[in-house]
């Protein structure tokens, strides 16, 4: 079935460093989105994706989609403490077929 | 305007009893969906529906019954509760047309089986 990696599971950085995860899937999606999820709290919609290559901005967050559709990235700039949190890519396909989400990557902030 | 909401948000069970997590959406949204967390494993999904009256299991269902019988209602019910179904549900809420859009999620249930 269809699955999807995330990497790293963990990252720990200054506040001010910047920070990026990787989202790779084993098949071409349809869409990709990526999911904040804070300490004891749920998950919550950043953003979809659905086209090859395409890329967008959140303010200091940064999207892509890779040109077969197969990867994705989400870079933040300067970190800050409220970045905080855990970073869910999930994949989907046309049709009514359920999400498939990574593993998720948990970052820390140092300040 | 409520979105999804969750019921109860902790429960202690012990082996062997049943219990039905509640999850009632206002969205008007067609697809519903539980997925259960557990520490490094992410979000896995449970069952689905992409409509009242249609469910299908999701990667982990065992252990796990759901009924649709409404827009808004999305029940998970564990009929004989396990120690390995320890964890934090979410449902969640879509459109359920084309491509899968973006899933709202309700604030989750904490469940402890002893």
């Known amino acids: 079935g269809q699955q999807v990696m995330q990497i790293p599971q963990y990252q720990h950085v200054q506040e001010g460093e910047d920070f990026t995860t990787y989202c790779n899937s084993s098949?071409?999606?349809?869409?990709i989105q990526w999911y904040k999820q804070r300490p004891g709290g749920h998950p919550v919609f950043l953003i979809q994706?659905?086209?090859?290559?395409e890329v967008k901005k959140q303010k200091r967050l940064t999207f892509q989609f890779g040109e077969a559709k197969k990867n994705s990235s989400l870079h933040i700039t300067a970190t800050q403490t409220t970045d905080v949190g855990t970073y869910f890519c999930?994949?989907?396909?046309?049709?009514?077929?359920?999400?498939?989400f990574g593993k998720g990557t948990r970052l820390s902030v140092i300040a | 305007n409520a979105g999804v909401t969750q019921t109860p948000k902790f429960q202690v069970l012990k082996t062997g009893q049943s219990m039905t997590l509640q999850c009632a959406q206002d969205?008007?949204?067609?697809?519903m969906s539980w997925y259960r967390q557990d520490p490094g494993m992410g979000l896995r999904l449970i069952h689905y529906?992409?409509?009242?009256?249609?469910?299908d299991q999701g990667e982990v269902p065992n252990g796990y019954n759901v009924s649709r019988s409404t827009t808004e209602d999305f029940p998970l019910r564990l009929l004989s509760a396990a120690p390995s179904q320890t964890s934090v549900y979410f449902c969640?809420?879509?459109?359920?047309?084309?491509?899968?859009?973006?899933?709202?999620f309700g604030e989750g249930s904490r469940l402890t089986v002893l």
């Open positions: 969205m008007n949204h067609e697809y």
């Open positions: 098949t071409t999606l349809s869409n």
């Open positions: 999930a994949g989907g396909k046309s049709g009514n077929t359920p999400l498939v």
């Open positions: 969640a809420c879509g459109r359920a047309s084309g491509v899968p859009g973006e899933l709202f």
């Open positions: 994706l659905v086209k090859s290559g």
């Open positions: 529906s992409v409509g009242a009256g249609i469910t």
